[in-house]
C-alpha cells in the first residue's frame, strides 16, 4: 500500500518522453556499433581473408615464414600439409595454417619501413 501510493506521487513523464527520446537513447549503441565494425570488425575479416587466398595459393618454390619464425622455401604442397627447405638438404613439414606469410613480402615490408624511418637527403 505504501509503494502504490508513491508511485502516484511521482506524477506522469513528461509528454513526449517515451516516443523520440527512445530512438535518441539507442542512436549512441548504434554509432558505435557503426564504429566498431569500420575500424575493427572489417579490417580482421579483410585480414583473414587475405591469408586464406595467401594459404590456398601457396606452390612450390615460395618463400615461407612458419608461424615459429622458421624461414624456408616450399619443396612441395599437399592438401594440408607444406614441406618447406630451410637449408640444403634440410626439409621440414608443417602443417599448412602454421605458415604465418611469405617471407618476400615480410622483406619487403622491413625494408619500407627502413626507408621510412631514414630521412630523407637533400641534394
Known amino acids: 500500500m505504501f509503494l502504490t501510493s508513491m508511485a ?13 527520446n527512445q530512438l535518441m537513447s539507442f542512436l549512441p549503441l548504434v554509432l558505435m556499433f557503426v564504429v566498431f565494425y569500420f575500424l575493427l570488425i572489417r579490417p580482421q575479416q579483410k585480414k583473414q581473408k587475405e591469408t586464406r587466398e595467401m594459404l590456398k ?6 618463400k615461407v615464414v612458419t608461424g615459429g619464425g622458421i624461414e624456408g622455401r616450399i619443396d612441395a604442397v599437399t592438401d594440408d600439409k607444406v614441406k618447406v ?39
Request: proline share 7%.
Open 57 to 62: 595459393n601457396l606452390k612450390r618454390g615460395d
Open 8 to 20: 502516484y506521487a511521482m506524477g506522469q513523464p513528461p509528454a513526449g518522453a517515451d516516443g523520440g
Open 85 to 123: 627447405e630451410i637449408a640444403p638438404g634440410v626439409v621440414i613439414t608443417v602443417l599448412r595454417a602454421y605458415v604465418a606469410g611469405l617471407a618476400d613480402a615480410a622483406q619487403a615490408k622491413k625494408t619500407d619501413e627502413k626507408k621510412a624511418d631514414k630521412p630523407e637527403e637533400k641534394k
